[in-house]
């Protein structure tokens, strides 16, 4: 009987995957892969934020908890928002002033239709996963709101196509006052602010 070789790549397409696994190599052969992703690129880049999209399988790691109040407060800061849920349920119970998205065939051509793309992952969950969504965006030309200290984040930071946030918003804000007072506020209930608005002095949220 004849045997016949067939060769094998291992890698990966994260760098902090990569790193972790390279250590069962004997040979340091365990390469980067490019993202497979072509993209639909944009005609021409956006000018104006209007529309915002909330892409993917929505759960837990990917923010579930806070999501629905985050949209609601930016439809009433004045923005459009797509939220696509590819398991339904998420949209039952979303604001219908929303364009609400279950499964689509071509995640790339609603994600062109979007002027900006937030993903409000965990980033203890994403420090070393990757996510789709985000590669589409970059490839389609789409700027993206990615977590710090994330695998997407790092994508973020190293194409510089988009901003990345630093506070979970399952975290609070603590405030000193001079009067020696400690306030604090959650970051999901910190309000958005219009496309045109100076924003708010953080005082005025407390009692």
Not at 46 to 54: A, C, D, E, S, Y
Not at 58 to 73: D, H, I, T, Y
Not at 92 to 115: M, R, S, T, W, Y
Not at 156 to 183: K, Q, W
């Amino acid at each position: 009987m004849r045997q016949s070789s067939i060769p094998l790549r291992i890698g990966s397409i994260e760098p902090a995957l990569r790193y972790g696994y390279l250590s069962l190599t004997t040979d340091e052969r365990f390469q980067k892969f490019p993202v497979p992703y072509p993209g639909k690129p944009i005609s021409h880049p956006r000018k104006v934020l209007r529309k915002i999209g909330f892409m993917g399988h929505q759960r837990g790691e990917k923010g579930a908890a806070f999501m629905l109040k985050l949209v609601n407060s930016l439809i009433d800061a004045g923005y459009q928002i797509v939220l696509q849920d590819s398991t339904e349920k998420m949209i039952q119970h979303a604001n219908p002033k929303a364009k609400l998205l279950g499964f689509v065939p071509d995640i790339a051509e609603e994600i062109a239709q979007c002027d900006l793309i937030v993903l409000p992952y965990s980033p203890e969950q994403y420090r070393a996963k990757g996510s789709g969504i985000l590669w589409e965006a970059l490839a389609t030309g789409i700027p993206v709101v990615a977590p710090y200290h994330s695998a997407p984040g790092q994508w973020v930071e190293h194409t510089g196509a988009g901003v990345l946030f630093i506070a979970n918003t399952h975290d609070y804000l603590l405030c000193f006052s001079n009067r020696g007072r400690l306030y604090w506020l959650k970051v999901w209930e910190v309000p958005a602010g219009s496309r045109g608005s100076r924003g708010r002095p953080i005082v005025n949220m407390f009692p």
